[in-house]
């Protein structure tokens, strides 16, 4: 697996998308993350000529973990994409099987057309447990940490060996 470094001139992007299931909306007697809200959300815009690295993700909720788990009937899945191909980022869509902080997600992204945003898709189902009775809606916070690098010699080298394969990085270090 090769290891890569991040360029010291690489910008960082954070970014947060906020998903919302309201209680028998559209689905009676659930939440359901299915609706047109919760989809193409954008995470950030691409632009030719820069490598995008998808770092890391962190994932919360306005109501507990255990109330979240305890009531998942179709589990919660986030799908990344390009918004003018339709390309997917990752092979599946990522289950949502627990709240994480800061957990690395390593995928390079780039694109050639000028109005291309990166996009996020949220679906899944949850039903109303004894803990979310009274609660009207329920919101799913995804973070990503992203970083754009504008560098000839990264560029090239994502071209020729980390388009092909997830590395590890070396944080830090100068290129």
């Keep these: 697996m090769p290891s890569y470094v991040i360029p010291h001139s690489a910008r960082f ?3 947060t998308n906020i998903f919302t299931a309201t209680f028998n909306a559209p689905t009676v007697g659930a939440y359901n993350f299915g609706i047109a ?5 954008v995470v950030t815009r691409l632009l030719p000529g820069s490598v995008y690295l998808i770092d890391r993700i962190s994932i919360g ?6 109330s979240f788990l305890d009531a998942i009937e179709t589990l919660p899945q986030l799908t990344l994409r390009k918004s003018q191909t339709k390309e997917i980022v990752y092979e599946k ?3 949502i099987v627990q709240y ?7 995928a390079w992204v780039e694109t050639k057309k000028s109005d291309e945003d ?6 899944g189902l ?14 799913i916070f995804v973070s990503y940490s992203i970083y754009a690098i504008e560098s000839s010699v990264f560029e090239f080298w994502f071209r020729t060996v980390l388009s092909n394969q997830t590395g590890e990085q070396v944080r830090g270090a100068t290129v």
């Excluded at 994480?100 to 390593?106: E, G, H, L, T």
């Design 126 to 139: 949850l039903d109303q447990t004894a803990d979310l009775v009274g609660e009207v809606d329920i919101k």
């Design 61 to 66: 909720g306005d109501i507990s973990e255990g």
């Design 100 to 106: 994480i902080d800061d957990q690395d997600v390593i």
């Design 13 to 15: 992007i954070p970014t």
């Design 118 to 123: 990166l996009t996020v898709d949220l679906t």
């Design 37 to 41: 809200a919760n989809a193409n959300q």
């Design 93 to 95: 869509s990522l289950p």
